[in-house]
Every structure is written in structure tokens, then in C-alpha cells.
């Protein structure tokens, strides 16, 4: 793959600047609890009683993506005041909404968050599309309710997860559902295992915002282009993560199919992608901490064919007089199936993320940066067989928090997402390049009780080329959007 | 920062959240054209009886060389093909009604035209309101250029019918409009009948779409002078064709004597309730022609229950006579 290479530049990048890591262990911190559920400690017995995970208080630090994979999907891999490795992320519980202590019922945790919103977008009309679908987006939404349930053995772990919302009318399903066995090593209690294997609906491994957890998450929601690329977090596979020092590793196979209820009902083809993210993390100096990797998908889409159609009759009015006169009836004949192709797919991503703790709080940089070839599954889906070129997509963010105490935060993101790199268009006589790309501004601002609820505002200036002008030149469609959230954890 | 920098900052961030342009659908404009911008605010350009749109005769502006609009516009008429050239250079085509609506839909250029190499193509398919303004309107387009120069605007003129037939009275005068109109409308995508019983006593329903009495032979004669037809079945089945009217239409004048009206719900559609509207429409001497008036309006509303399958004649609305 000719991405090999680059998978381990920033990798090196980190070495380079963080020699120290390799010596040291992460500092203490909280646990990530992507998704939701705080790592417990480590049994003292095998015992199901044994197992009853001690609360975990609010962590100061987040950990990074794979390391929230990987004590999700083992939970027993951490302490509950230690971040899965030197992260440089803030975390819900230390920037937002803080971990509610979970309740336990023999050796069963339970935990879970809320997230209650008003949105409104400067797009918005009180008519229904051409489906029937409401085109107002000026509304109350229950954007999640999660309710998880952890259960965790000395080499072996389980959770599940419920979500409901109201985005697309009431919906209940399941958000995540993993069966994790792991082996410790010699890793020490904060970090994740040296080798864990999770099973079922799984988080993927690609750079920071994927896994990341919702609850911990600055920004309302994931740039377009991550949602683009992975309309749903979790997909049905298995997961190979682990750490090893600073070095973090994950590598799952699933379906490729997205998780909602826009695809299809099963996987549809054999074929399995692959994603993977390789990369460390570590805390150069006291205060500052720096992680990055680089992440990749490859795998196989899926050219939907079409079903044998019957012989129909049509009246086309071809006066347009409104009245059927006999030359206006068009028979058509039927056709056969065409068939169902499949097609590569793949992405590149790396991902850097920097951390510094003042006086005044923690200042979080962080970015990544994708190239995709057909992979956009939710935005623009590619069907690359349809037309019989690759398309080309490509992407990024760069984002800065800033904590304001503990009680405040603001952050500002700009995010960039191009759908095809390829498109034309013919307009006046000249074919002429297409833009179809996306950038995204947002600001944030949040009041913070700590270890309990975030209420966050954020607005986003979206500049694409949905709409014309008057010169019929592609230009911005008016599509602000702000929102404000109140998150609490139950 | 100071208050004037706060100020400032403000403003910015209001116009940063005014940018763009809108992209309503147009469902409350006249008509729509699918993959068109509209553009609120009146057509730019010349109108065509100025005195400036003479002196443009040297042709130094674009120019709407061919221009097909739809013509005679049938209510909710969809997927109607408007489309027409423009002088080379031409960068969009704006259109409008002169006198509906609150702004215009602009349409690129495409290819070269195929018959003309010298004008550039454009085209769209335009979806019209369901209850529009009857009667004759003006249309309106204009070639604006690659600079935002408009040219002089073209006008057609562009016939909305009624829902309610009128013979194309609305937009003619000197077409006489039927003699009476009995017509239910109503809101919701159900299977509503409206049915009618005549003085000789017979149902025109759906099943029964004309007021002609079988003469000795059994033949009915649905042409025959004071005959009332039926016009559609809509939603027939429950397959939901939009238009949820039906009139019955009595082209001369119907025989004297008492006339009963109903709406009968045939089927819910999965519906909970339709709200419905009945309406008589007569022809009446105006000046030297016949003008349709509306000499009685009435609403009610019908519930899932009361679906009947056909079983009854339905809700009894008015009765009327004729002398």
C-alpha cells in the first residue's frame, strides 16, 4: 500500500519531540470513558463481587482515541483515576460535563448521559420536502440519551449501550454492543492492555474524532467530513488494540456498512474493510503533552443493481393540455436486473494533538487531515461503478479549547471537506471545475459544573457552493446553523 | 475591547450570519423550477416598453433570444419544460411572474444551442402552485451576463387556470364558462367522493360519472344538452394523485328540480380526519359574455370512522334547486 510509509511519519514526529515519553509513564489522570463508562480498577479477585469497579472521580485529562477504544472494550485495563496514557485531550469530566459516579448492581455498572438541544438553522423552511419530510430545523431534539451497562472480569469484558433520540422521529437502538477479552502485560493499571480483542459493534479506530466520546466532545458534533466518511461511529466487526509505552495501536475488520438507518439492512457484500490507527502519545514536559498517528481505511463498497422492472404503460402529456389523447400513451418494456458491483475504496488520515496546562486552564490543539478515494458513505455517497472513475475526496480540521477555569470553556474550529475533487460543469457553452467543497466555522462557548452538566452555544458559519447567484455561478447557500445544548450525565 | 470594538464585532458576526444565498424550495412562490436559484426582489433588467429598451436595440446587453414558457397553466401542473436561448456571452436567465410572487428563479446557460451556434441554451422544468391567481399574467425573462449586465426583459403572456373549470373563462372572456359547476375540494390525501343525486333521481358518484339517464334502449347519451359529468376520481383506491377535487360539470343548463349533495368518504387513506370544502360556481351574463361567480360555499369536516367503502351515500352537504 502506498500509504505505508506515511503511516509512520507521525509516529516518528512524536519520538522525536517526546524522548522523555519513552522513559516515563503517562501521568495520573482520569480514564477516558468513550462512550460513556469510566474505567474501573482492576479486580482483586476473579470473583463477580471482586469485580464491582471503584467510582471514578473527574479526570484531568482525556485519553486519546485508541486508548478510549481500548478501555472501552476493557474496561478492567485502567485505574479509575488514570487516563489511559498521556493524553493530551480534554476530557467531559475535566472541560464539560464531568463522569457521574456509575451505579453498580453486583459487579453490573450502569451509567449513561443526556444531551438535550435547541437548534436552529438559517436554511430552515415550514414546508415538507418532496417525501413528506419536514424541512424545519427550527426545533427541540433529544439529541442523545445513553444508557450503557459494563461488565468487566479479570481477562475478559462486556458492555452495552442504548441510545434514544429524536433526530429522525423517536428512535431506540443500540449504540454499542462489545465482547472484549485482554491481556495485561506488564502495562501498568493506567494504561490499555498490551493486547485486547473486542467483538460486536465497535467503535473504529481512525484518528481523534471517530471514537471519540460524545460526551467528552468539545464541539457539538463531528466535522462534515468524518461524517461524511463514517456516518455512524460504531460498525459490527472485531477490534485488535493495545499499547505498548507511548506507542497506541488498533486495528478493526467490520462490515463497512454504517450503522443507521440510511443503509442497508445487512452487509452486502463479502468483502471486509480494514481500519487502523498506529500511533503515541506522551508528555514531553510537565503540562504539555503532544500525541498524533495516522489512520486508514481500506475495504470494498457496494454498487447497488437494479431489479428486473415489468412492462409499464405511461401517459406523458405531451401537449400539456392535461387530457389523455392516444398518442400519448408510451409503452415501456421491461428490463432485467443489472447487476450489483462492488468496488476499493480507501482513506489516509493523520492526526496531531497538543495540550498545555496554565494558570488559567488547558489550552488543546489539535487537527487532522484526510485524503479519501470513493469512501464519502453519508455526505455525497461515491459510486465510483456508476460512473467509472474513482472520486476523489479530502478533508481536515484544525481546533483550539481553551478552558476558562473550570467552570468555562470557548473553542474555535475550522473545518474543511471537499466531496470530489472532480466534478465540471457546462455554463455558458465553457465546461468549467464544480466545487462542491464545505468549510465550516465554529465557535463554542460553555458553562461548566463540573462532574455534572455542560450548557454549551455554538455557532456554525457554514461557506459552501450549494446555491447561485444571480449570474448562476455556484455561491453560499444561507445555512448557519447554532446550537444550544444542555448536557447532564445521569 | 472597547464598546465601539464590541460593537463592531457584533455586527460582523450578524452579517457573517446573513451571508448567502437563500434556499427555499419556493413552495409559496407561483411556480418553481427544480435546480433553479431564486432570488428574491423584482426581475433585474429593461422592461421591454421602456424608452431605454430601445435605445438597447444596438444589442450591446445579453438578449433572451427564445423563450418557451408553459402557456396555458393547468393548476398544480408539474415537471413542465420552460426553457428557451440567449446571445452568446449570457452568463444566467432570470424569470418571473411581473405581477406574482416576491422574487425571480435564475437559471444558467449551458451548451451551445443546437440549431444556433451563436446563443447559449437554458432550461428547467417549472412546477406550478395549486391555487394560483386564475387569469392571464404577464411572464417575464431576462439574459443577464457574466458582469451582472440584464438585458431587456421578454414577456409572454401565460394563462392560470382555476381549479375549478371555467372553460379557460378566467383568461378569455369570450369563452363562455359552464353553466354550473358543483365541486368538492378538500385537504388531505383521502379517497373523498362527492356524489350528487338528481331530480330524476339517479347518483353520479365516481361509478357513475354522468347525470344521463339510460333512455329505452339502455344507452345513456353523456353528450346530450343539460347532462352533468363527473370530471375525476381522485385518489380512486387510495392511490393519492394530489389534486383531492372533483366537480361536476354541467355544461348547459341542467334540468329544473331539486338537486341533493353529499361527501362520502370512501376511504381514510391511513388518515385521521380530512377537512373538506363544497362550492357552486354558475355562469352569469357580464357586458356582452358569461362570467363564472361562486354562489355558495360550504366546509365541514369527516372523520376515519366515518369511511364507508362506499356503503352509504355520505355526509349530506346542501340540496339546491334548479327552476
Known amino acids: 500500500m502506498h500509504f505505508a510509509e506515511l503511516s509512520l511519519l507521525p509516529l516518528a514526529v512524536v519520538l522525536l519531540v ?435 452538566a455542560r450548557l454549551s452555544f455554538q455557532y456554525d458559519w457554514i461557506k459552501d457552493y450549494l446555491a447561485r447567484d444571480s449570474l448562476g455561478v455556484p455561491s453560499d447557500a444561507r445555512n448557519n446553523r447554532w446550537t444550544l445544548r444542555l448536557g447532564v450525565d445521569l | 475591547m472597547s464598546a465601539r470594538g464590541w460593537l463592531l464585532f457584533t455586527v460582523a458576526l450578524g452579517a457573517l450570519g446573513c451571508s448567502g444565498e437563500t434556499l427555499t424550495r419556493g413552495l409559496t412562490e407561483p411556480f418553481r423550477i427544480d435546480g433553479a436559484q431564486f432570488q428574491e426582489g423584482e426581475l433585474p433588467g429593461i422592461p421591454a416598453d421602456s424608452p431605454a429598451a430601445e435605445a438597447e436595440s444596438a444589442g450591446s446587453l445579453p438578449t433572451l433570444v427564445g423563450f418557451l414558457p408553459l402557456t396555458v397553466v393547468p393548476p398544480g401542473a408539474v415537471d413542465r419544460t420552460i426553457s428557451g436561448t440567449a446571445t452568446r456571452g449570457t452568463s444566467s436567465v432570470g424569470v418571473r411572474f411581473a405581477d406574482l410572487g416576491t422574487g425571480y428563479w435564475v437559471l444558467p446557460t449551458t451548451n451551445a444551442d443546437l440549431f444556433s451556434e451563436n446563443e447559449l441554451a437554458w432550461g428547467g422544468l417549472a412546477s406550478y402552485a395549486r391555487q394560483p391567481s386564475p387569469g392571464k399574467h404577464r411572464f417575464l425573462g431576462v439574459a443577464i451576463d457574466g458582469q451582472g449586465r440584464a438585458g431587456v426583459q421578454a414577456g409572454i403572456d401565460v394563462c392560470l387556470l382555476p381549479e375549478v373549470p371555467d372553460n379557460g373563462n378566467a383568461c378569455d372572456p369570450n369563452k363562455n364558462p359552464p353553466k354550473l359547476v358543483i365541486s368538492l375540494g378538500w385537504n388531505s390525501p383521502v379517497d373523498l367522493d362527492l356524489r350528487v343525486v338528481t331530480p330524476d333521481g339517479k347518483i353520479v358518484d365516481a361509478k357513475h360519472p354522468t347525470s344521463a339517464v339510460k333512455d329505452e334502449d339502455g344507452k345513456l347519451d353523456p353528450t346530450a344538452d343539460g347532462t352533468g359529468q363527473l370530471l375525476t376520481d381522485s385518489n380512486a383506491g387510495c392511490q393519492i394523485d394530489g389534486q383531492q377535487r372533483e366537480s361536476l360539470v354541467y355544461q348547459t343548463r341542467p334540468p329544473a328540480g331539486t338537486y341533493l349533495v353529499y361527501a362520502n368518504l370512501y376511504e381514510a387513506c391511513e388518515q385521521a380526519s380530512v377537512e373538506f370544502t363544497l362550492t357552486l360556481h354558475s355562469s352569469i351574463p357580464s357586458d356582452d359574455h358569461f362570467t363564472q361567480i361562486e354562489t355558495l360555499r360550504k366546509s365541514g369536516a369527516l372523520q376515519a370512522i366515518h369511511a364507508n367503502g362506499g356503503a352509504a351515500l355520505g355526509t349530506f352537504l346542501t340540496q339546491f334547486s334548479i327552476e
Open chain 1, 18 to 452: 517526546s524522548p522523555s515519553a519513552l522513559a516515563q509513564p503517562a501521568p495520573a489522570a482520569a480514564p477516558d470513558d468513550d462512550m460513556e463508562v469510566p474505567a474501573t480498577t482492576a479486580p482483586a479477585a476473579p470473583t463477580p463481587s471482586a469485580t464491582v469497579p471503584a467510582p471514578a472521580p473527574p479526570a484531568a485529562l482525556a485519553a486519546s482515541p485508541e486508548a478510549k477504544t481500548a478501555v472501552a472494550a476493557a474496561p478492567t485495563a485502567a485505574p479509575a483515576a488514570a487516563p489511559a496514557g498521556a493524553a493530551t485531550r480534554p476530557k467531559a469530566s475535566e472541560v464539560d460535563v464531568a463522569k457521574a459516579e456509575p451505579s453498580s448492581l453486583g459487579g453490573l455498572r450502569i451509567s449513561g448521559y443526556l444531551h438535550a438541544q435547541y437548534q436552529h438553522s438559517a436554511a430552515s423552511e415550514d414546508q415538507l420536502n418532496p417525501s413528506g419530510a419536514p424541512l424545519n430545523e427550527n426545533e427541540f431534539v433529544l439529541r442523545r440519551a445513553r444508557l450503557r451497562f459494563d461488565r468487566t472480569w479479570d481477562y475478559a469484558a462486556a458492555n452495552l449501550e442504548l441510545d434514544a433520540n429524536t433526530v429522525r422521529g423517536m428512535t431506540v437502538g443500540i449504540r454499542r454492543a462489545e465482547a472484549a477479552i485482554f491481556y495485561r502485560g506488564p502495562n501498568a493499571p493506567h494504561l490499555p492492555p498490551l493486547l485486547g480483542l473486542a467483538v460486536g459493534i465497535t467503535d473504529l479506530p481512525f484518528g481523534f474524532e471517530l471514537p471519540e466520546s460524545t460526551r467528552d466532545r468539545i464541539f457539538m458534533e463531528r466535522t462534515l467530513g468524518s461524517s461524511a466518511l463514517f456516518p455512524s461511529e460504531a460498525d459490527a466487526g472485531a477490534k485488535l488494540f493495545g499499547a505498548y509505552s507511548v506507542l497506541r495501536y488498533a486495528v478493526a475488520i467490520s462490515n463497512g456498512e454504517p450503522l443507521d438507518r440510511n443503509g442497508l439492512p445487512h452487509d452486502p457484500n463479502s468483502a471486509k474493510d480494514v481500519t487502523g490507527r498506529f500511533g503515541a502519545e506522551g508528555e514531553p514536559a510537565r503540562g504539555f503533552t503532544l500525541a498524533g498517528g495516522t489512520s486508514f481505511v481500506t475495504g470494498t463498497g457496494f454498487h447497488r443493481g437494479q431489479p428486473a422492472r415489468k412492462s409499464v404503460i405511461r401517459w406523458r402529456d405531451d401537449n400539456e393540455d392535461g387530457v389523455l389523447q392516444a398518442n400519448e400513451i408510451i409503452a415501456t418494456p421491461g428490463t432485467a436486473a443489472t447487476p450489483s458491483k462492488n468496488f476499493d475504496r480507501w482513506v489516509l488520515g493523520l492526526d496531531l494533538e497538543t495540550s498545555l496546562t496554565t494558570w488559567l486552564g488547558r489550552s488543546i490543539l489539535y487537527g487532522e487531515a484526510f485524503v479519501a478515494s470513493s469512501y464519502d458513505r453519508g455526505y455525497v455517497p461515491a459510486d465510483p461503478a456508476a460512473s467509472g472513475v474513482a472520486v476523489r475526496e479530502a478533508g481536515g480540521y484544525v481546533a483550539f479549547a481553551q478552558e476558562l477555569t473550570k467552570y468555562a470553556l470557548v473553542g474555535l474550529r475550522a473545518s474543511i471537506y471537499d466531496p470530489n475533487s472532480d466534478v465540471f460543469e457546462v455554463h455558458a457553452d465553457k465546461t468549467v471545475p464544480k466545487t462542491q467543497t464545505v468549510r465550516t466555522f465554529s465557535a463554542l462557548a460553555a458553562a461548566v459544573l463540573p462532574g455534572r
